[in-house]
């Protein structure tokens, strides 16, 4: 098994820890239920990673279906129509939490938008150097 | 980019579905290779002449565009 593939089932213990912090940490009701949140999403992603890896080992239709180069390539081309759509809904988002007296709330999504083209430009770099 | 991939295909005798698990891709990428909708990667290329035993010439037919010449 690749080391990668080893690191999703620490998650596991991981999420275990989270949830244990948020029912015996004594810690406000907000970060219980942040903490709880982050558990549950931690087991989803670990479980649904080592189910995709398992699949591809095993499974050659799902292992067609994945890698086949048209559908890697209607999954780029989708992602980054989704990206820009998410894009535009986030920032009709922060308008309407201006709307509504929400400032904090809206900076915080305009803080996103701002940061996601530098995101896009840092991991272009880096893609640049392996490619 | 035209091609003979089915002119080629329906000579061995063969469905889509056979020779996409032969190159080991979907089904429909080979529908949308053989009706010109997608162009394949230069590796599928050498697996798609190698099954047949042919050159990349002989299967893939480039014509250069009427905007693209000098």
């Known amino acids: 098994m690749k080391r990668n593939q080893k690191l999703w089932y620490l998650g596991y213990p991981a999420a275990a820890i989270l949830a244990a912090a948020a029912v015996w940490g004594g810690v406000p009701e907000a970060v219980r ?8 999403a931690l087991v989803g992603v670990c479980h649904t990673s080592l189910l995709h890896e398992k699949m591809l080992r095993t499974d050659p239709d799902y292992r067609v279906a994945v890698l086949d180069e048209r559908n ?5 081309k989708a ?6 759509a998410n894009l535009a809904l986030m ?11 929400y400032t904090v709330p809206a900076l915080v999504v ?3 938008i701002t940061v996601n083209p530098l995101i896009l430009i ?5 893609l640049e150097k392996r490619m | 980019m035209k ?5 080629l295909r329906r000579a061995r005798g063969i469905n889509q ?6 190159l080991e891709v979907s089904r429909q990428t080979i529908g949308s290779l053989e009706n010109g909708r997608y162009n394949p990667s230069i590796l599928l290329a050498f697996r798609i002449a190698r099954y047949f035993g042919l050159p990349i010439e002989e299967i893939f037919i480039y014509e250069e565009e009427s905007g693209d010449e000098a």
Do not use: D, K, T
């Open chain 1, 33 to 40: 239920l942040a903490l709880g949140v982050a558990a549950a």
């Open chain 2, 3 to 7: 091609n003979r991939l089915e002119e």
């Open chain 1, 91 to 101: 920032g009709i988002a922060a308008v309407v939490f201006l709307g509504l007296g």
């Open chain 1, 110 to 112: 305009w803080g996103l």
């Open chain 1, 79 to 84: 992602g980054n129509i989704a990206n820009a």
């Open chain 1, 122 to 126: 840092g991991i272009s770099s880096l």
């Open chain 1, 72 to 76: 890697l390539a209607l999954r780029e």
């Open chain 2, 17 to 22: 579905e056979e020779l996409a698990r032969a």
